[in-house]
Every structure is written in C-alpha cells, then in structure tokens.
C-alpha cells in the first residue's frame, strides 16, 4: 500500500530533550515537506526535500532541523524543543508539486 | 508571496443541504489549487485540484472551479452527508512546488 509512515503518533516530552520525528515513504517520491498545524493558522510548512541531501526552509524552520541522506526517510528534529513547539506535525510527499502531496497521519507533539 | 484565505467556520448543517465554502488567493505565476479534507483524528487526504483557469475539480460530490479572473476555488457539495462532517482547506502550490494553505473551515453535519 503507497503511503507515508510517520513515528511516533503521540509524543510528550519535556523542554530541551532532544527528539527525533520520523517519516518514511514508499512511492519514489522525489519531494518531500514537514508541516505543523495550529488552530486559526492551518498548516505551515517547515522545511521540504526536493531530492536527496537537497533541503530547504519553508514558512517556520526555527527551531527544527531536517536530513535527507536517503529517498525515502525524511526526519524531523527538534534539538532543544519549547511549549511553543507543541503542535500537531504532517509529514507530506508528492512526485511532483502540481499533482497533490501525500500526507502522514500525523504526530501529535507536546511539549511541557 | 502566495496567501490562501478561506471562510471563517464553524460550519453547521442539516443533512440534504447545500454546501459553500469559500477561498480565494493571491499568487503569482499560475497556481495549481487544491481541497484538502481532514476527517476526525486522521491526516489530510486530496478530495480535488485544479491546475489551471477554468478548470474543475471533482470528487465525492464535491466540485471547485479554478476562477482566475476573480482569483477564487469555492467548494461545493448540493446534498451533504453526516460523513461529510470533517475540516476543509483550500490550498495552492506554485512551481516550487511548496503548498500554502488556508486556515481551514470545520464543517459538521447533523442528521
């Protein structure tokens, strides 16, 4: 089945603790995109991939980093996460722009 | 830069009625636009796009025609269901291929 696997699905952690969200696809996709959704806000986008070790910053990148060291893994980190960081974080990939995007089911994040 | 802007919800409906939410945006060049439908507790699933004027996207019932001259890709549904109860959002891509989305329009239907 094509889809995008994000992990874990619920976290909770505590300011400054390091964390790693993941995010795997199996379509070949070439682009891939991290977004974060807020209420009144939509969702924004953090950072996009359009190819291996080809990364970019979207509309919000303070505060994460991204890596694409392989096609199909695309890895959210948060190095000293913030309460402002607690949200609810989509993982997207698409082949190409125009043809609509594939989302994760989501990582709901809390940060205390 | 690109902005989307979509109807303020929520929105409340009785099963069987007609459905209009509104979006317009501002990009440059020839966006693609797009519906995204959120179902509770699940991620974002394509329900139609429209990659340039005058087109029209469709699906499930749903429909939205890429209006150019006044920058608009209103969703429609005429009989709405209990399982049309989700959040909506309208979003549009240029050629860099990054989405911008519009805030989003909570839809609930009632039996």
């Known amino acids: 089945e094509a889809q995008v696997t994000q992990n874990p699905r619920y976290l909770i952690t505590v300011t400054g603790k390091k964390l790693t969200v993941t995010c795997s696809q199996n379509?070949?996709?070439?682009?891939m995109s991290w977004y974060r959704q807020d209420p009144g806000l939509g969702l924004r986008q953090i950072y996009y991939?359009?190819?291996?070790?080809?990364?970019d910053k979207g509309d919000v990148p303070e505060g994460y980093k991204v890596s694409r060291k392989e096609k199909r893994n695309f890895p959210l980190i948060l190095e000293s996460p913030s309460p402002n960081q607690t949200s609810l974080y989509f993982c997207?990939?698409?082949?190409?722009?125009?043809?609509?995007?594939?989302f994760g089911s989501g990582t709901r994040l809390t940060v205390v | 830069g690109n902005s989307v802007t979509q109807m303020e919800g929520p929105v409340t409906l009785s099963e069987e009625a007609f459905l209009t939410i509104n979006c317009t945006y501002t990009?440059?060049?020839?966006?693609?636009l797009f519906w995204y439908v959120q179902y509770p507790g699940e991620g974002l699933q394509l329900l139609l796009k429209?990659?340039?004027?005058?087109d029209k996207g469709s699906n499930k019932g749903f429909e939205a025609t890429y209006r150019k001259e006044t920058t608009s890709f209103h969703l429609e549904k005429g009989s709405v269901q209990v399982s049309d109860s989700a959040v909506y959002f309208c979003?549009?891509?240029?050629?860099?291929?990054?989405?911008?989305f519009g805030a989003g329009t909570t839809v609930t239907v009632r039996a």
């Open positions: 997207a990939s698409s082949l190409e722009g125009v043809n609509g995007y594939t």
């Open positions: 379509m070949n996709h070439e682009y």
């Open positions: 991939s359009m190819n291996v070790e080809v990364t």
């Open positions: 990009a440059t060049g020839y966006p693609s």
């Open positions: 429209a990659t340039k004027a005058d």
């Open positions: 979003a549009l891509s240029s050629n860099d291929y990054k989405l911008s």
